[in-house]
């Protein structure tokens, strides 16, 4: 299993800036993406930023140039950079690791979730 901590979230007025973070730990033979999803109040959890093994990354279009998404391979820690944030951002972020362990491949772990407020 893995196990996914994230820590970062909070309130902040617009404009302003959060960074997120989260470990991964467990019994990891490799970790091929994490990422983070969020979700707000009524609406279906959606896709905020991905980085890859090979440090590919993908970002809704919605963060684009406001978000930045980091990974320390070393630690298993992945990071997300909020810059410029709208009340729009407002959400429950959670953290995501696709990994592989030594019982199958490919499986997705989530976090608990951190709340992040954006304040008009």
């Known amino acids: 299993q893995v196990q996914l901590v994230e820590s970062g979230g909070g309130l902040v007025r617009a404009g302003g800036s959060l960074r997120l973070s989260c470990a991964a730990s467990?019994?990891?033979?490799?970790?091929?993406?994490m990422g983070w999803y969020r979700q707000a109040p009524g609406k279906q959890r959606e896709l905020v930023a991905m980085?890859?093994?090979?440090?590919?990354?993908n970002y809704a279009d919605s963060v684009k140039g406001r978000f930045t998404i980091s990974r320390d391979n070393a630690k298993n820690t992945v990071n997300l950079q909020m810059n410029s944030l709208k009340p729009e951002d407002t959400a429950v972020y959670y953290c995501?690791?696709?990994?592989?362990?030594?019982?199958?491949?490919?499986?997705?772990?989530w976090g608990k979730g951190t709340l992040v407020t954006v304040s008009p």
């Open positions: 995501n690791c696709n990994a592989d362990l030594r019982i199958a491949s490919g499986l997705n772990f």
């Open positions: 467990g019994s990891v033979s490799s970790i091929n993406a």
């Open positions: 980085i890859r093994s090979g440090e590919s990354t």
